[in-house]
């Protein structure tokens, strides 16, 4: 009679044990999974949603890492960024001055042909639009879409979230 419980109870601590492993995984970890393979993906889009205004001074310091040993493995992969939280409010120019080590960051990626794009939904919400971010920085009309657009493509996902 108490096997099955047992059983039960067994199975609903491994399959604890499973997400909380899962929980711990790094986005350093997804990277580590795309270069481990034999083939790259045809891209890889990295996503920031962050509701702190300052998580852009960790994450494009981190992305553009990720960036430069996803290159250095597959010269040829394609690579975007989009930020669609209360974050993307960093790369408005305004915040240039505050910011700008990730101002510099944004830029060098561009140059180096990876898009930065942010939501520009979400910015429309804080009554701001396309004239209040930088020529260098792509307002795409929605950040989910971007990303599945980007999906639909082959590219990989990658969440970028703070160690």
């Given amino acids: 009679m108490y096997y099955p419980k047992i059983c039960s109870l067994g199975l609903s601590i491994i399959f604890l044990l499973l997400q909380v492993d899962v929980a711990y ?19 890889v889009v990295f996503e920031v949603v962050e509701g702190n ?6 994450a494009m310091p ?5 960036v430069e040993q996803l290159r250095k493995r597959f010269p040829d ?3 975007a960024v989009v930020t669609h939280g209360k974050e993307q409010f960093g790369l408005m120019t305004s915040e240039k ?38 020529d ?14 980007y999906e ?6 990658v969440r970028v979230e703070q160690p």
């Fill in 25 to 43: 995984a790094t986005t350093q970890d997804d990277v580590n999974n795309i270069l481990a393979e034999k083939e790259a993906p045809f891209g």
């Fill in 53 to 58: 205004d300052s998580a852009l001074e960790w």
């Fill in 62 to 66: 981190a992305i553009n890492k990720f």
């Fill in 77 to 79: 992969i394609g690579l």
């Fill in 97 to 134: 001055k505050d910011m700008p080590a990730v101002h510099t960051t944004v830029q060098s990626l561009v140059a180096e042909g990876v898009p930065v794009h942010v939501c520009g939904t979400h910015a429309s919400w804080y009554g701001k639009d396309d004239n209040d971010f930088p």
């Fill in 136 to 149: 260098y920085v792509d307002v795409s009309p929605a950040g989910p879409t971007e990303i599945r657009n």
């Fill in 152 to 157: 639909d493509m082959g590219y990989a996902l």
